[in-house]
């Protein structure tokens, strides 16, 4: 690993990726490049490419750290309700944090394609103690994320009333119908 005359220190993935979040969430993706990566960690543009490829690379990187900070539920005593209220109100929580990123996630869908996510996972394991049979469980999870999604993409868009309370109780609706349903057995 090079070191950086100016910096003194090698450089981490993790401080990579830490430090292009931070230009993400002041910016937007669209601020985002190699050169000013660069320059927010005080190294040649060049030292990054021996840690990430390209700045789609980059990106992926950054969506895996973002993904990993969110706080979700642990598989604890409280009832799979509560878990799945807890889990849908960590993604708001993290899309609020990360809207740019959140939305440039949004626009490439294969970025959370990947099923081994742990987001994905908790859902999954959320909705087996709800008693969604094994085989409804993907469709189920699509269908819940993206319900979820498009509340929280109408508010980061603009769509809902700009009042926090009434976003709240936007959201909130949304997990009760989500609830609701589950306990009705419409996931099957």
């Given at each position: 690993m090079a070191v950086s005359a100016r910096r003194g220190t090698p450089l981490s993935i993790d401080e990579i990726s830490a430090a292009a979040l931070r230009l993400v969430d002041a910016g937007g993706v669209e601020a985002l490049s190699m050169r000013k990566l660069a320059a927010e960690l005080a190294v040649n543009p060049m030292s990054l490419y021996h840690h990430v490829e390209s700045k789609e690379a980059l990106l992926e990187l950054v969506c895996a750290t973002a993904a990993r900070r969110m706080s979700l539920p642990t598989d604890d005593d409280r009832s799979w309700q509560e878990q799945l209220r807890a889990l849908a109100f960590a993604y708001h929580r993290h899309a609020r944090e990360h809207p740019a990123l959140w939305i440039y996630v949004h626009a490439h869908p294969w970025?959370?394609?990947?099923?081994?996510?742990?987001?994905w996972q908790v859902l999954e394991r959320i909705l087996r103690l709800a008693g969604v049979p094994e085989d409804e469980l993907r469709r189920t999870s699509d269908v819940l994320y993206a319900f979820v999604s498009g509340i929280i993409l109408s508010e980061l868009q603009g769509h809902l009333p700009d009042d926090p309370?009434?976003?709240?109780r936007s959201?909130?609706?949304?997990?009760?119908?989500?609830v609701r349903g589950l306990e009705g057995g419409a996931a099957g």
């Open positions: 970025m959370v394609a990947n099923r081994q996510m742990s987001l309370e009434e976003t709240g959201l909130n609706t949304a997990i009760e119908l989500i």
